[in-house]
T-cell receptor, first 118, second 111 residues
Framework: GAVVSQHPSRVICKSGTSVKIECRSLDFQATTMFWYRQFPKQSLMLMATSNEGSKATYEQGVEKDKFLINHASLTLSTLTVTSAHPEDSSFYIC??????????????FGPGTRLTVL | KQEVTQIPAALSVPEGENLVLNCSFTDSAIYNLQWFRQDPGKGLTSLLLIQSSQREQTSGRLNASLDKSSGRSTLYIAASQPGDSATYLCAVPWGGNMLTFGGGTRLMVKP
């Protein structure tokens, strides 16, 4: 149980285009999903917290108009990188927190999406 | 603000050795602490989660301990194998929602 999937696993796009990444909790409901970014040989940095049915909360320094987050259901959150530029190239990882596990904050992570912007 | 530090940043050991990875955090008011494994280019695999009321958790060859008062956790790997080679990350919840990650320890176990 507690499986989180991401799609696509890898995407290459041209500068200026928009890319959508999906994060799904496959066998549980998640009121909260988190989006992280990881640069090579660095740890994960939280970008935003996505709550089902409400606006996402962005961390300082993360542009909300560039990284659009939609948490439309208890099993799906999407991250859209708008007008992508080469500096947006990174590994994007989502995680989901079970409704039942909210008190303990255990998060389950997706396999990540490698974005390369040419 | 919670800060998490992992030492060493990188570790290379011969197969069969027992080893200890260290994690320290600045704010001891935590609900739990989690250890993850990350293989190159992959997502995170949860290894162990220790609740704040617990002192340690064990899973197979892995044992994680937690000392809240000193702001420390250790991950002990017994009889290391080449398949254990990966980056190990510790993380603690902070601000009610977010996880704060340490910088990770890159482990290489040589055959």
């Amino acid at each position: 149980g507690a499986v989180v999937s991401q799609h696509p696993s890898r995407v290459i796009c041209k500068s200026g285009t928009s890319v959508k990444i999906e994060c799904r909790s496959l066998d549980f409901q998640a009121t909260t999903m988190f989006w992280y970014r990881q640069f090579p040989k660095q740890s994960l940095m939280l970008m935003a917290t996505s709550n089902e049915g409400s606006k996402a909360t962005y961390e300082q320094g993360v542009e909300k108009d560039k990284f659009l987050i939609n948490h439309a259901s208890l099993t799906l959150s999407t991250l859209t990188v708008t007008s992508a530029h080469p500096e947006d190239s990174s590994f994007y990882i989502c995680s989901a927190r079970m409704v039942a596990a909210a008190l303990y904050n255990e998060q389950f992570f997706g396999p990540g999406t490698r974005l390369t912007v040419l | 603000k919670q800060e998490v530090t992992q030492i060493p940043a990188a570790l290379s050991v011969p197969e069969g050795e027992n080893l200890v990875l260290n994690c320290s955090f600045t704010d001891s008011a935590i609900y739990n602490l989690q250890w993850f494994r990350q293989d190159p280019g992959k997502g995170l695999t949860s290894l162990l989660l220790i609740q704040s009321s617990q002192r340690e958790q064990t899973s197979g060859r892995l044992n994680a301990s937690l000392d809240k008062s000193s702001g420390r956790s250790t991950l002990y790997i017994a009889a290391s194998q080449p398949g254990d080679s990966a980056t190990y990350l510790c993380a603690v919840p902070w601000g009610g929602n977010m996880l704060t990650f340490g910088g990770g320890t890159r482990l290489m176990v040589k055959p």
